[in-house]
């Protein structure tokens, strides 16, 4: 088989792997963004609020899938990296296997726990609380297109091809975003048709990998027979992939507490923190996609041996990491009150928002210099490092969130100035762990 990333200049490799996945990551916040800006114009403020409340909630359980199929994707890469493509072929048909069992359990853990978890744990606001259980109530009925899309897409990337996901999401992007326009819009669905729409482009995105890959992949045509049950193969998943989801899970729980802070100064404040969300999340766009892109590299890179090919491909990573977060990072400060006015926010939320954007325009340039090292580490079968540098990192930042939304100097800012420490942390245990090279040693999972 041939070793897409183990030969060449290192950033070459990693720059064409990259920038799909970060394409297609823009496209998701993109139809996000859309999303939630026709929620807002053609539904209601309080509309805006009850979908923007979900998320939090909502990531937690995905993270289930991109956790787990990240843990696939590592052990396929490094089977993949070592030419060995029987055991590419058998821990990838377990994965589906693993990936859609869990994609209908969490289907209904999400049904069920939706009102207690957004009454009591969330602490949504009474005037929105029917509306968000609807929504999401609606999109839990997407989580089993959204577990099989999830582990069709990492065993792509296991084998090299970003590039196929893109085109996915470009055309599960501008479906929701017609279907969102067409059930919200004209038909007055209001938060019951954008999580139908979701359901829907997710079920497209589904079928549309599974049928890409199938017919591009003789490797990965499987029958129905071909979909065991094997204990060692799902544990190897479970090995690399548990750590991550965990590493997601606690993160999303942190953000959970961080969004009761939000409720708790009133729906205006709701509203302004989902804007001030969606599109802080195109700052963290270029670090998420190198670290997806350095688990393939190292993975690819260790299975065939080369260790000092991985180390050259994070300094490299770095730099091109930084640069693009900084555009993006004057991109956000310069044109915020023109984003935030497609939002259709009041003028009290609009005044929150700018102020949200233009802290983490600064803050977030520290995340591109720590969270791409994560991949290296979850390539190199160390995965639960960045769980425990997540935890901590996101478990400062709800503590100091807790202790100073109340206070006379940060007052209700900390919401979005809780990053300078919870990063700042993040970025000094990252980088010692990593100059250490403790995380080379057990790195060859294929060979346990």
Same mark, same amino acid.
């Given at each position: 088989?041939?070793?897409?990333?183990?030969?060449?200049?290192?950033?070459? =490799?990693?720059?064409?792997?990259?920038?799909?996945?970060?394409?297609?990551?823009?496209?998701? $916040?993109?139809? +996000?963004?859309?999303? !939630?800006?026709?929620?807002?114009?053609?539904?209601?403020?309080?509309?805006?609020?009850?979908?923007?409340?979900?998320?939090?909630?909502?990531?937690?359980?995905?993270?289930?899938?991109?956790?787990?199929?990240?843990?696939?994707?590592?052990?396929?890469?490094? =089977?993949?990296? #070592?030419?060995?493509? &029987?055991?590419?072929?058998?821990? #990838?048909?377990?994965?589906?296997?693993?990936?859609? *069992?869990?994609?209908?359990?969490?289907?209904?853990?999400?049904?069920? !726990?939706?009102?207690?978890?957004?009454?009591?744990?969330? &602490?949504?606001?009474?005037?929105?609380?029917?509306?968000?259980?609807?929504?999401?109530?609606?999109?839990?009925?997407?989580?089993?297109?959204?577990?099989?899309? /999830?582990?069709?897409?990492?065993?792509?990337?296991?084998?090299?091809?970003?590039?196929?996901?893109?085109?996915?999401?470009?055309?599960?992007?501008?479906? +929701?975003?017609?279907?969102?326009?067409?059930?919200?819009?004209?038909? =007055?669905?209001?938060?019951?048709?954008?999580?139908?729409?979701?359901?829907?482009? $997710?079920?497209?995105?589904?079928?549309?990998?599974?049928?890409?890959?199938?017919?591009?992949?003789?490797?990965?045509?499987?029958?129905?027979?071909?979909?065991?049950?094997?204990?060692?193969?799902?544990?190897?998943?479970?090995?690399?992939?548990?750590?991550?989801?965990?590493?997601?899970?606690?993160?999303?729980?942190?953000?959970?507490?961080?969004?009761?802070?939000? /409720?708790?100064?009133?729906?205006?404040?709701?509203?302004?923190?989902?804007?001030?969300?969606?599109?802080?999340?195109? *700052?963290?766009?270029?670090?998420?996609?190198?670290?997806?892109?350095? !688990?393939?590299?190292?993975? $690819? /890179?260790?299975?065939?041996?080369?260790?000092?090919?991985?180390?050259?491909?994070?300094? $490299?990573?770095?730099?091109?990491?930084?640069?693009?977060?900084?555009?993006?990072?004057?991109?956000?400060?310069?044109?915020?009150? +023109?984003?935030?006015?497609?939002?259709?926010?009041?003028?009290?939320?609009?005044?929150?928002?700018?102020? =949200?954007?233009?802290?983490?325009?600064?803050?977030?340039?520290?995340?591109?210099?720590?969270?791409?090292?994560?991949?290296?580490?979850?390539? !190199? /079968?160390?995965?639960?490092?960045?769980?425990?540098?997540?935890?901590? #990192?996101?478990?400062?930042?709800?503590?100091?969130?807790?202790?100073?939304?109340?206070?006379?100097?940060?007052?209700?800012?900390?919401?979005?100035?809780?990053?300078?420490?919870?990063?700042?942390?993040?970025?000094?245990?990252?980088?010692?762990?990593?100059?250490?090279?403790?995380?080379?040693? +057990?790195?060859?999972?294929?060979?346990?």
């Amino acid at each position: 088989m041939k070793k897409t990333m183990t030969e060449g200049t290192p950033w070459k =490799h990693i720059l064409k792997f990259s920038l799909p996945v970060l394409a297609g990551s823009l496209l998701q $916040q993109l139809y +996000n963004t859309v999303d !939630a800006m026709i929620v807002g114009k053609y539904a209601s403020e309080a509309a805006l609020s009850a979908v923007g409340t979900t998320g939090s909630f909502a990531f937690m359980l995905v993270a289930i899938a991109i956790g787990f199929s990240a843990g696939n994707g590592v052990v396929v890469a490094q =089977h993949y990296g #070592a030419g060995e493509s &029987d055991k590419v072929r058998a821990n #990838a048909s377990t994965g589906i296997l693993f990936l859609l *069992l869990l994609g209908v359990l969490f289907t209904v853990i999400g049904l069920v !726990a939706a009102g207690p978890a957004f009454k009591y744990l969330i &602490d949504v606001p009474d005037e929105i609380l029917d509306q968000t259980l609807l929504y999401f109530r609606i999109f839990s009925l997407g989580f089993v297109f959204s577990y099989g899309y /999830n582990i069709f897409s990492s065993i792509l990337r296991a084998v090299g091809d970003s590039a196929a996901t893109l085109y996915f999401l470009l055309v599960s992007s501008v479906l +929701n975003i017609v279907l969102d326009y067409v059930l919200v819009k004209i038909y =007055h669905e209001g938060v019951a048709g954008a999580a139908i729409a979701t359901v829907i482009s $997710q079920a497209v995105s589904f079928f549309a990998a599974y049928v890409y890959m199938s017919v591009r992949y003789p490797i990965f045509r499987f029958k129905l027979s071909d979909y065991k049950w094997d204990s060692g193969l799902v544990a190897k998943t479970v090995k690399v992939g548990f750590p991550i989801s965990l590493q997601m899970i606690v993160v999303s729980a942190g953000l959970t507490f961080i969004q009761r802070a939000v /409720n708790g100064f009133g729906k205006v404040m709701t509203a302004s923190f989902t804007v001030g969300q969606r599109i802080e999340m195109y *700052l963290n766009l270029p670090c998420n996609a190198f670290q997806t892109t350095l !688990a393939t590299y190292t993975g $690819q /890179n260790i299975g065939a041996g080369k260790m000092e090919r991985v180390k050259s491909g994070v300094r $490299q990573t770095f730099v091109i990491s930084i640069l693009m977060t900084l555009v993006i990072s004057a991109c956000v400060w310069g044109f915020a009150p +023109n984003l935030i006015d497609l939002f259709g926010l009041s003028d009290e939320a609009a005044g929150y928002c700018l102020q =949200h954007l233009r802290a983490v325009a600064l803050i977030n340039v520290v995340l591109s210099m720590y969270i791409p090292l994560f991949g290296v580490f979850q390539g !190199a /079968n160390h995965s639960a490092f960045p769980m425990y540098v997540a935890c901590g #990192a996101l478990g400062t930042r709800v503590i100091i969130v807790y202790l100073l939304r109340y206070s006379a100097f940060f007052g209700y800012t900390i919401i979005w100035w809780n990053g300078i420490f919870g990063f700042g942390m993040g970025f000094l245990i990252t980088w010692t762990f990593y100059l250490s090279g403790i995380w080379k040693k +057990n790195a060859m999972l294929t060979k346990n």
